[in-house]
């Protein structure tokens, strides 16, 4: 019987401690604690390559700077709080107004693109189409320029893509080719300009992520 209430003893014990430790940390991670420091240094090899990869996604068309924003939010909550590759939330909300600047710059873009030319709705949304399309096709076949020759290309093809689907989605409204070509040189620059502005803030992003996990 003693040895009964003994083991009751403890083992109610042992949960209320249990329960109290969940109570104050039930939304952290103790990475120093059973990952120091190889965990660490993993996961924020993860967030960089994570943020490249989202970088890589606005050439076709893809919101991936506010994909890495929502990464670096993630990191600064679950991530390590008090080592070295710890990011604060200042370094948050500079990415999130820097993902902010590069969709400004392109809606600017496109504003002065195909829209200011008369660009129908079903024109937009085949030149988004399009250049998505050209985008991939791009990526993959490149240009013959070295480290950059990809990128370069996902750019030049989702302006071509962004041509090519607006001046389809004016012909099939019954404007001559004419007519279609002046909106569709609008998309390619459009397209190309606002391209351009969120690859640049999408960098700034990445950058923002590589610094904080390494000072």
Same mark, same amino acid.
């Given at each position: 019987?003693?040895?009964?209430r003994?083991?009751?003893?403890?083992?109610?014990?042992? &949960?209320?401690?249990?329960?109290s430790n969940?109570?104050s940390? =039930?939304?952290?991670?103790?990475?120093?604690?059973?990952?120091?420091?190889? +965990?660490?240094?993993?996961?924020?090899?993860?967030?960089?390559?994570?943020c490249?990869?989202?970088?890589?996604?606005?050439?076709?068309? &893809?919101?991936?700077?506010?994909?890495?924003?929502?990464l670096?939010?993630?990191?600064?909550?679950?991530?390590p709080?008090?080592? #070295?590759?710890?990011?604060?939330?200042?370094?948050?909300?500079?990415?999130?107004?820097?993902?902010?600047? +590069?969709?400004? &710059?392109?809606?600017?873009?496109?504003?002065?693109?195909?829209?200011?030319?008369?660009?129908?709705?079903?024109?937009t949304?085949?030149?988004?189409?399009?250049?998505?399309?050209?985008?991939?096709? +791009?990526?993959?076949?490149?240009?013959?320029?070295?480290v950059?020759?990809?990128?370069?290309?996902?750019?030049?093809?989702?302006?071509?893509?962004?041509?090519?689907?607006?001046?389809?989605?004016?012909?099939?409204?019954? #404007?001559? =080719?004419?007519?279609? =070509?002046?909106?569709?040189?609008?998309?390619? =620059?459009? #397209?190309t300009?606002?391209?351009l502005?969120?690859?640049?803030?999408?960098?700034?992003?990445?950058?923002?992520?590589?610094?904080?996990?390494l000072?």
């Amino acid at each position: 019987m003693n040895i009964l209430r003994s083991f009751s003893g403890i083992s109610l014990y042992l &949960l209320a401690d249990v329960s109290s430790n969940a109570d104050s940390s =039930w939304w952290s991670i103790d990475w120093g604690g059973w990952w120091e420091p190889t +965990g660490t240094v993993m996961l924020a090899i993860a967030l960089v390559l994570l943020c490249i990869i989202a970088w890589g996604a606005n050439l076709i068309a &893809l919101p991936g700077n506010w994909f890495s924003v929502a990464l670096l939010a993630l990191y600064a909550w679950l991530g390590p709080q008090e080592t #070295r590759i710890a990011i604060g939330y200042a370094a948050v909300v500079f990415a999130f107004f820097s993902a902010l600047v +590069g969709e400004l &710059l392109e809606f600017i873009a496109g504003a002065l693109g195909a829209k200011s030319a008369g660009a129908s709705r079903k024109s937009t949304i085949f030149a988004v189409l399009g250049s998505m399309i050209g985008a991939i096709l +791009g990526a993959i076949i490149g240009v013959p320029i070295p480290v950059i020759g990809s990128v370069i290309g996902a750019i030049l093809f989702g302006g071509l893509g962004a041509t090519a689907g607006a001046m389809y989605g004016e012909w099939t409204d019954g #404007r001559s =080719w004419r007519e279609s =070509w002046s909106i569709g040189h609008a998309a390619f =620059w459009g #397209r190309t300009f606002g391209t351009l502005g969120k690859i640049s803030a999408g960098l700034v992003i990445v950058l923002v992520a590589v610094v904080g996990v390494l000072w």
